[in-house]
């Protein structure tokens, strides 16, 4: 659950104001006699640097201004599945393109046309958009990571902060006491969440993501030589500060000093934010160097120049009057490719439209006092990435507007018969992409957008 750290703490910071100037009052009556002025001056330091502490308290707020961990969501959930994408995650989108553009093959490549525009189609587009569509998944899996860490580190933080407050409130002679500071070892054994576990456990509940049932994924990023930032990142320990208030060795204590000591476990705290700051900025600085997936040329397809005239040509002829044969292969065929052309890559490209508008939606414009390499590096991720996919947008969007204007034009059948005819009528009953309600009333032929029969392939 996200804590407000100013409902949390403000109700304590009164408490701790209270505390410090009662007890401030009582050192005061313990020392030698002072002169008016010399108690004035003592005084206003005291007041100045309580102030001083409960102002440097309140700049921790900016944490509260941003839901990381439902930033982590809307790049991919735990649950997410490459072979079975179901959320609206743009890992899921990326995934369901990928499925939908895969499934092509099944009646476009296996034996349904022949010829150098169906080898181009294949080795210039379907070969590389899979691949890149599998580091487009790695890309997406590893910007949840960084946004659920940073999400993780947030909360830590505040609780860290409120547990400095309860402590520093203890010592002045109230409250019932702080617990066991974030990352602590209880005496059961079990921790407190601390900073020093916070990469390793995010990064444990992503890696099914794109886990054994992508193995094609992994032999795919193995080969090219891809580094996962943030993975490697989790791998390596945390080193983190004590935020404990020191002990003053003064009894009674003293309000001054424990302001002091609260003052400096606040620097420590700050240290761990600058530590796990730095790990986040690394993690996302592999990932967008040249040896990572962001940079990849493997991630960025490149116009395959296919033609409409690339459609032309089929390996088989049409079988004598195709109104009475069922299984005209010219018009199944080139319904198929209409119909490839016409929803399958288009909505495709949704999807991808979908994946984009995530990153573009992603800028987290808060914390930069806090996380601020963190910040800067995860923003520049997501621009990098929506650029990456706005431009699968494109050419996935070209590429169906090729097939749908060769489908559309195709003249060779009506040296068959009137199988051109036929083929007209049944691509103007297919509904346009995106029309859920008209595809729901809609009958398609058994064989439409399924993998061709052996007899087809052959």
Known sequence: ????????????????????????????????VLSLEQTQQVTSIFNSDLSSLVTRFRKYYSLDESDLAQVADQFAISSDRWMSPVSFSAFSCIARAAKSVDDMRNYIYLGSWQGEGAKAFYSSFLVPFGGAALIHGQC?????????????????????????????????GGGDGPGLPPGEVKPDGTSEAGFISILASVASLY??????????????????GLVSG???????????????????????EVASVLVH????????????????????????ETDLDKYGPFSSLSARLQD???????????????????????????????????????????????????????CSAAHIGSMNHQFPRAVAKFNEAAQEF?????????????????IVKAATTYHTADEY??????????????????????????????????????????
């Not at 400096?264 to 790990?279: P, S």
């Not at 319904?335 to 909505?347: D, M, Q, T």
């Not at 929506?386 to 090729?402: F, H, M, R």
Request: hydrophobic share 45%; glycine share 6%; with cysteine.
């Open 304 to 358: 395959p120049h296919l033609q409409s005239s690339a459609y032309a040509q089929l390996n088989f002829r049409g079988f004598g009057n195709p109104v009475k044969d069922a299984n005209d292969a010219v018009v199944i065929n080139i319904v198929n490719l209409y119909y490839a052309g016409y929803r399958i890559l288009p909505e495709a490209a949704e999807e991808y439209g979908n994946a984009a508008a995530v």
């Open 417 to 458: 018969g009137d199988e051109f005819t036929q083929i007209q009528a049944k691509i103007r009953d297919i509904p346009p992409p995106g029309s859920f309600a008209a595809q729901d009333q809609y009958t398609p032929p058994d064989w439409l957008g399924q993998p061709p029969p052996e007899w087809l392939s052959s």
């Open 261 to 284: 000591n609260a003052w400096t476990a606040l620097d420590g705290l700050d240290r761990n934010i600058a530590g796990f700051d730095e790990k986040i900025d690394q993690g996302l």
């Open 140 to 172: 997406a899996q590893e910007m949840a990571i960084a946004a659920k860490a940073l999400a993780d580190a947030v909360e830590v933080a505040k609780e860290s902060i409120v547990w400095i407050c309860k402590e520093l409130i203890q010592f002045l």
């Open 1 to 32: 659950m996200v804590m407000s750290l100013r409902g949390e703490l403000e109700p304590l910071l009164t408490e701790l104001g209270q505390l410090a100037e009662s007890l401030f009052k009582y050192n005061i009556s313990q020392l030698p």
């Open 230 to 252: 943030m993975l490697s990142e989790s791998k390596y320990p945390f080193t983190e500060q004590p935020i404990g208030l020191a002990d003053s060795g003064v009894m009674p």
């Open 207 to 224: 890696l099914s993501v794109l886990g054994p049932e992508a193995a094609i994924g992994d032999v795919l990023l193995s080969a090219t």
């Open 386 to 402: 929506d650029k990456l996919l706005t431009t699968a947008v494109g050419e996935l969007t070209e590429s169906a507007a090729a």
